[in-house]
Nanobody, 128 residues
């Protein structure tokens, strides 16, 4: 059974940090493009950071570039999103996702929100 399970969300003050984790089961993550997406109430889901399958290149949304870092640990079959300098506008449900297509770029995955597998999401709230 293919499954992605996120963890690490919570309440954090502005300027703080969180690290989200996404554990995969039922498939091997290093054969997939992977990404983190988020959706705030009343807004569309947006790609935050993605890694391509082919060369490991990354893409970040302009709103998080320089603050967020996506990474993968193939040995643990886990994806991470390190979030620093959090702002109230980062408040959202965060989802990890995986896409098997070999030729998809990180930017395409994030911008077009292309993914065959999605986790259930974890809430991140940035508030004082």
């Amino acid at each position: 059974q293919v499954q992605l399970v996120e963890s690490g969300g919570g309440l954090v003050q502005p300027g703080g940090s969180l690290r989200l984790s996404c554990a995969a089961s039922g498939f091997t993550l290093d054969y997939y493009a992977i990404g983190w997406f988020r959706q705030a109430p009343g807004k569309e889901r947006e790609g935050v950071g993605c890694i391509s399958r082919s060369d490991g290149s990354t893409y970040y949304a302009a709103s998080v570039k320089g603050r967020f870092t996506i990474s993968r640990d193939n040995a643990k079959n886990t994806v991470y999103l390190q979030m620093n300098g959090l702002k109230p506008e980062d408040t959202a449900v965060y989802y990890c996702a995986a896409e098997e297509a070999r030729i998809i770029s990180a930017q395409t995955m994030c911008v077009m929100r292309l993914a065959g597998y999605w986790g259930q999401g974890t809430q991140v709230t940035v508030s004082s």
